[in-house]
C-alpha cells in the first residue's frame, strides 16, 4: 500500500505486506504504528503525530529524513532492522529505542536542526532508553536536559553522539564508546561552534 502526504487519524501497519508512505509532509493525529512482520517506509518530510509513535514489530522500519514530532511516546523497540539518515525526533512523551536488528540512525547535518537526533524540551522530564549493539551506527546530539537516559551496550555499542541529559546510566553486557559528535563526525552542527549570547 502506498499513501500520499496529508492528514490522517492514524497509520497502523498490523500485518505481513509493507505500507509505502511518498515523500511529504503529514499530520497523524492519532497513532503512527508498525506492529506486524511488514515494513514501514517513510519518505523524506516532516511528520506531526497526535499520538505515539511505535514500532514493535519484526519487520523493517526505513526514515526518510525530516523531522518527526511526536506528542506522544516514541517507542522504536521491533526486531527488524531500524534506518534513519537525517532524522530528528522531537518528543513530547518517554523516548525508547531499541537496535536488536540492525539499527543505523544519523541526525541532518545542515538546516534547523543541524546534528540534532533527539530533542525533549525542558518541560518533559519523560526518560530516555537507547539499547545498541555491535555494528550498530547512532550519531546524533540528545538534547533531554530534563530527562533520565539509559544507555546501554549488549554487545561492542560505538556511538557519536553529545549529551545534554539530566542524568547518564550506563549498562548493559557490553561497551560503549563515544566518539564525541561534535568534534570526530560533525565540527557544524550547534555543538561544534562557539556563540556569545547576550
Not at 2 to 24: A, D, Q, V
Not at 135 to 149: H, K, R
Request: aromatic share 6%.
Amino acid at each position: 500500500m502506498t499513501l500520499n502526504p496529508g492528514t490522517y487519524s492514524s497509520i497502523t501497519n498490523t500485518g505481513s505486506g509493507k505500507i509505502t508512505l511518498t515523500p511529504g509532509n503529514y499530520v497523524i493525529t492519532g497513532n503512527l504504528s508498525n506492529i506486524g512482520s511488514g515494513g514501514l517506509i517513510l519518505g523524506a518530510g516532516n511528520y506531526t503525530i497526535g499520538g505515539s509513535f511505535t514500532s514493535t514489530g519484526s519487520g523493517s522500519l526505513t526514515l526518510g529524513g525530516g523531522l518527526y514530532n511526536v506528542a506522544g511516546n516514541l517507542s522504536l523497540t521491533g526486531s527488524g532492522p531500524l534506518t534513519g539518515a537525517g532524522v530528528t525526533f522531537y518528543t513530547g512523551g518517554s523516548t525508547t529505542v531499541t537496535g536488536s536488528g540492525n539499527m543505523n540512525l544519523t541526525a541532518p547535518t545542515t538546516g534547523t536542526y543541524n546534528g540534532v537526533l533527539f530533542y525533549q524540551p525542558s518541560s518533559n522530564n519523560s526518560a530516555m532508553a537507547i539499547t545498541g549493539s555491535g555494528g550498530d551506527i547512532f550519531q546524533g546530539i540528545v538534547d533531554a536536559p530534563s530527562a533520565a537516559l539509559t544507555l546501554t551496550g549488549s554487545g561492542s555499542f560505538t556511538v557519536s553522539t553529545d549529551l545534554i541529559v539530566d542524568s547518564l546510566s550506563i549498562t548493559g553486557s557490553g561497551t560503549v564508546t563515544d566518539t564525541n559528535y561534535a568534534v570526530a563526525t560533525n565540527p557544524n552542527s550547534v555543538l561544534g561552534k562557539l556563540v556569545l549570547v547576550e
